[in-house]
């Protein structure tokens, strides 16, 4: 199931962000913000437990998160969205996996991966900016259920449709929540409109 955000602040977001006139700077504080707001939707049903505090007037009852969340950052461009969602969910551990897409073959490369242990009892919040083939997030997908977690959600900013049915199709019990939903993957396999290379706008290298 894929969600994409109507809300105005990252519609807004989104379209500084695909302006190729947007220099990497800004870019990167982007793509934190939009990733805070991307997380608050995705998180809307993790569980609390009752928590009372003193207030300088008196008690007050409370809730603190009980929910255990791991975020998965797929590398490169993954990592522009890992410190706003940690920024949100401080108490989230951080597995990583490293892929890349072969230029030719669109097929994911995979060359890293360190994961946090106890995955089966933690949701996993995969994020990445780009759902482009979905072959990326499909590999990454298959790592984590491997080593156990039942609960699996995606963040991106952009989704192509046939990233989406490619997603819906390997794994339809994950949900992602998108800033957009673009029109078509041309044939080098980048989103149209899309944003361009989203780990070279972050990083600076292009
Ligand atoms: C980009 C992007 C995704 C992947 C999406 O990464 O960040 O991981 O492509 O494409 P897909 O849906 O067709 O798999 P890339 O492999 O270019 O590596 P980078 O983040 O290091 O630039
Ligand atoms: N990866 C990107 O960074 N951009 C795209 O449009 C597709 C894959």
């Not at 569980?47 to 929910?67: F, I, N, S, Y």
Request: proline content about 5%; overall charge neutral.
């Amino acid at each position: 199931m894929v969600f994409e955000s109507q809300h105005p602040l990252v519609k807004h977001k989104l379209t500084l962000m695909r302006n190729s006139a947007t220099k990497p700077k800004k870019f990167r504080e982007l793509i934190r913000e939009i990733s805070m707001l991307l997380c608050y939707e995705a998180t809307t049903d993790l569980t609390t437990q009752p928590l009372t505090v003193d207030t300088p007037m008196g008690r007050a009852d409370g809730v603190e998160l009980k929910h255990k969340v791991g975020l998965v950052p797929i590398l490169r461009a993954g990592l522009g969205m890992l410190d706003g969602v940690l920024d949100m969910i401080p108490s989230a551990k951080v597995s990583v996996v490293g892929l890349s897409r072969n230029h030719e073959t669109l097929q994911p490369e995979h060359y890293f991966e360190k994961f946090v242990g106890h995955l089966d009892e933690r949701t996993a919040l995969i994020v990445d900016p780009m759902l482009a083939t979905a072959g990326s997030m499909i590999a990454t997908i298959d790592l984590l259920k491997r080593r156990g977690c039942k609960d699996v959600r995606a963040l991106v900013l952009v989704a192509a449709p046939e990233g989406i049915a490619a997603l819906q199709q390997a794994h339809p019990d994950v949900r992602c929540w998108t800033a957009a939903v673009d029109s078509h993957l041309n044939e080098l396999g980048y989103i149209i409109p899309g944003l361009g290379d989203a780990g070279d706008k972050i990083f600076g290298t292009k």
